[in-house]
């Protein structure tokens, strides 16, 4: 092998790691021996929607795979109910302790019972880590405990004492309640490699501000953003538009907590505003969809007031984009000019239709997309809460960080809407600015994601900030937004307009001609193998009552939106799935309703899941097999470089530090 001084440059410095022949060895040993492990088990889950119970609860009982493991180890020693009360136990470690130690009588022998199983079952979902990986994950505190207990040697003589004397020193110094709840987080941490959200984080349920402070101290996760969740990071980056629609949609949702509280964006300025305006408006088209057991019938009629007031800011605010945004072809989404405000009624495609709510005490008919000088200020008043919400722009930041528009990994090719295709199965150009550049399939999604980024971070250049943030906004729900994938969002006719013809968003081809050639065009213009790659969606559930299947185009397209959302389960008629990809293969998870964090604890309910097998590998796939694999395989390359090197002559070993 022959160097050229940069290659020599390169492995001077890679020598400071490195530093002698003993310690590259070492890990070129340590690297090949990772590449054949099994590879590590990734999770998908998607359309979330705030459903924070049930989302959390999957992600602690590693949607049903924790139970699936202890009846392998334990099915045939102990009864389904007690397998039932361990699994409760793994999953809320800290909760159904309190109720334990209130109720056992003998907690001395329950500990030492506990924490056997617990071990046992750490050591085996272990198995396919190296005991790096592991100690890793292992809380500080307990660490050198757990490693000694999981790789206790078998040749030991009084092993048997050994462990049991550990466990009894555990119990005896009161550490025991703890180192319970060490090993069941490390086993819920230990059943999931990698956790992929494929958007919609956001909107409709309560929860989405848990959720994402659960996903931002998870260990391993990537997200891809949804429209539900890009309208969001919008609003966080000062999107008036963007910031209308949020509060529209917790409106609606009667989710203001969302907001207020776990948000603490103060929306007395807009419960103001509308008391004013809308003081003798009943606003029945605006009465919120589901409101919760607290709330009472008057909070019902003020956030009908409120969802009314902020639906007309966000009708006259997206007048504006798409006036200052010609090139996203919108204009049929203006409509306040539309109507007829003294007969009452709006005329669409040559129809007149009569307006279910003819109140507009906020519009000028003679220049109605502009904002009155009352509605300015409280836009103002809002976007300065949502730009000062530290918890928002943590939020916003995790996501800008960890997310992106689509991704690869493992040769799945992963987004959460879809890629606009023209009818004849091409990809779809679109132009995103005015100088008529036009954009397709991965193009399109790449330069999306640089501008989502400008729009949050280009703080100097306010021309391209604000182009950012409409572009965001167009995301959300314009007429070629591969996070949308529908020609309109029919926001104002289904307020006002009873005929339902007018409510029809009508989805982009792509939904109707994914077959396995389209998708293969898919994996070719984004890089990936046709032979071995998937492409894993959400945004669309699935209506499994009406026959339809998760499974498209010969198995190359997988649509995991099975409804976490309350609102989607009687029209999907599951709860939601996780596609599982382990070591063996494929396999998709389906789940029943979950009742309450307080049930799976208290009656020990847990979620019923279902399990298909989509896919399973001839031989079980190695760590050498995946992306990850491919980057230790470069590491070693340059080790090995390294090494010749220091053989050669080329690069000195640094044995000491020198003191200078
Ligand atoms: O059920 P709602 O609140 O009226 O919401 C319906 C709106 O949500 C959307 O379905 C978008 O949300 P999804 O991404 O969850 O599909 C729009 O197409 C539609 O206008
Ligand atoms: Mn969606």
Redesign the pocket.
Known sequence: MSYTDQDLKYLELLSTKYPTIASACKEIINLKAILNLPKGTEHFLT?I?GEYEAFNHVLKNGSGVIKQKINEIFGNTLSQKDIKSLSTLIYYPEQKLEIILKEEQNIEDWFKITLYRLVEICRYVSSKYTRSKVRKALPEDFSYIIEELLHEQSDRQDKEEYYSEIIKTIISVGRAKEFIIALSKLIQRLVIDRLHIIG?IY??GPGAHLIMDTLMNYHSVDIQW???DIVWMGAAAGSEACIANVLR?CC??SNLDTVEDGYGINILPLATFAMEHYKDDECLAFMP?AIDQDANEKDAKLIAKMHKAIAMIQFKLEGEIIKRRPYFNMDERLLLHKIDYKEGVITLNGKTYKLKDTYFPTIDPSNPYQLMPEEKELIEKLKSSFLNSEKLQSHVRFLLSNGSMYLKYNSNLLYHGCIPLNKDKTFKKVKLDASGKEYSGKSLLDRLDVLVREAYFNKNDPEAKLYGMDIIWYLWNGSDSPL?G?DK???FE?YFIEEKETHI?RKFYYYELMDEKVCNMIFEDFGLDPKTSHIING??PVRIKKGESPIRANGKLLVIDGGF?K?YQAYTGIAGYTLIYNSYGLLLVSHEPFESTIKAIQEEKDILSTYEILEQEAERKRVKDTDNGKKLFAQICDIEMLLDAYRKGLIKEKLAKQVV
């Open positions: 359309d929607h919609d909107d409709r949804g429209n539900h949609i609606r949702y969809k949308y529908k969002m029919a926001v289904r968003e945004h669309v959302s609102a």
